[in-house]
């Protein structure tokens, strides 16, 4: 019932954190594997220009790593594709494990660039419903402390959070059970105000997708959660609704709740929904997709203040469709968002249109 439309398998992972936790110098060092003579093969990928994008490239994320390995590989061609995906500002989506640590050594790492960290926190108690990333929070107050950590871990550096994918829209679709219903407002509110208490953090909360429902559907929910107390809300996470349908999503709900900015998820919308097979699982892993617009501040819209890559693209939804388990990196798909943009797209010159 809700596979259809709210896209699971958000690309949670509980990432290893030999990067994080020695600190922003190793992951501004962009080490990676070893090649075949010893030595490291390390990815080189750059800042994008802080004007039209100021959010971090991690020199040492999953993509910059498969680049180093088809470069040392001598795969010219399929590394010039993944490069794609590296050189572009991706989420990080944080863990659960050491949650302040990794928050601290993303936006350590991200200062260090003179870039802001984009952080993703999926964490709710109840989370996903019991489907390919279902877990989250044993508590309320485990919810609470994870939250706290984070907050630790930003500090007084610049981020912008994007705060649970799916969390309201599951109260609304009858997902997530009635007897959490309050404690989930409660603790979605509470992270918000707990989250802007820091000088320099932006929060977005998420708000489903133009494939989902309406917004007089989700728009008292979004209140309820706080969203006046946010800076905004985002769209299509880990989904694949183009960008012209997710901005009129947004737009027709930021007028319900006070005319409230958002962000649009457009990190694999470029060839829009996927409408073969099962319907109940065209969210996950479907074939054909293409990246979107790239990464962008300048969208030429006041109510849209950012077009993200918010799930990584290249990393699975679950495990359908022969893919890994949720939020692995999977490079033949990486390869394939790719090689669909660039036969779309022509030369891949890419840029949100005007």
């Known amino acids: 019932m809700y596979g259809k439309d709210t896209g699971h398998g958000r690309g949670f992972r509980r990432r290893g954190m030999g990067a994080v936790a020695v600190g922003a110098a190793l992951l501004l060092s962009g080490c990676s594997g070893s090649s075949d003579d010893g030595s490291e093969a390390k990815p080189s990928?750059?800042?994008?220009?802080?004007?039209?994008?100021?959010?971090?490239?991690?020199?040492?994320?999953?993509?910059?790593?498969?680049?180093?390995?088809?470069?040392?590989?001598?795969?010219?061609?399929?590394?010039?594709?993944?490069?794609?995906?590296?050189?572009?500002?991706?989420?990080d989506w944080l863990g659960t494990d050491q949650p302040e640590e990794e928050a601290r050594g993303f936006t350590e790492a991200a200062k260090a660039a003179d870039r802001e960290a984009l952080l993703v926190l999926y964490n709710i108690p109840h989370r996903d419903c019991g489907n390919y990333s279902g877990g989250g929070a044993a508590d309320g107050n485990a919810y609470r402390a994870f939250v706290d950590s984070v907050a630790k871990g930003i500090g007084d550096r610049p981020a912008t959070v994007i705060l649970e994918p799916d969390a309201v829209l599951h109260l609304v679709d009858g997902c997530t059970p009635e007897q959490f219903h309050e404690e989930r407002y409660d603790l979605l509110k509470g992270a918000i105000q707990t989250l802007k208490a820091l000088p320099a953090t932006k929060v977005y909360l998420d708000a489903g997708n133009a494939g989902w429902g309406k917004p007089e559907q989700i728009f008292e929910p979004l209140t309820w959660a706080g969203v006046a107390e946010a800076d905004g809300f985002s769209v299509n996470v880990s989904n694949f609704y183009s960008t012209g349908e997710s901005v009129a999503y947004g737009k027709e709900l930021s007028a319900k709740v006070g005319n409230k900015p958002f962000v649009v998820d457009t990190s694999r919308n470029g060839n829009g929904p996927f409408t073969g097979g099962d319907p109940a699982e065209r969210w996950c892993n479907p074939p054909g997709r293409a990246l979107g617009e790239v990464p962008t501040t300048k969208t030429g819209d006041d109510l849209v203040d950012a077009y993200l890559w918010i799930k990584r693209p290249g990393e699975s939804d679950g495990e359908c469709k022969g893919g890994p388990k949720a939020g692995q990196w999977w490079p033949e798909y990486a390869l394939g968002l790719a090689t669909a943009a660039t036969s779309r797209q022509g030369t891949g010159s890419w840029a949100p249109p005007p």
Do not use: H
């Open 45 to 91: 990928v750059s800042q994008q220009p802080k004007g039209e994008d100021p959010y971090w490239v991690n020199p040492d994320g999953n993509a910059a790593r498969q680049v180093a390995e088809f470069e040392d590989e001598g795969k010219k061609d399929e590394a010039g594709l993944v490069r794609r995906i590296a050189e572009q500002p991706v989420a």
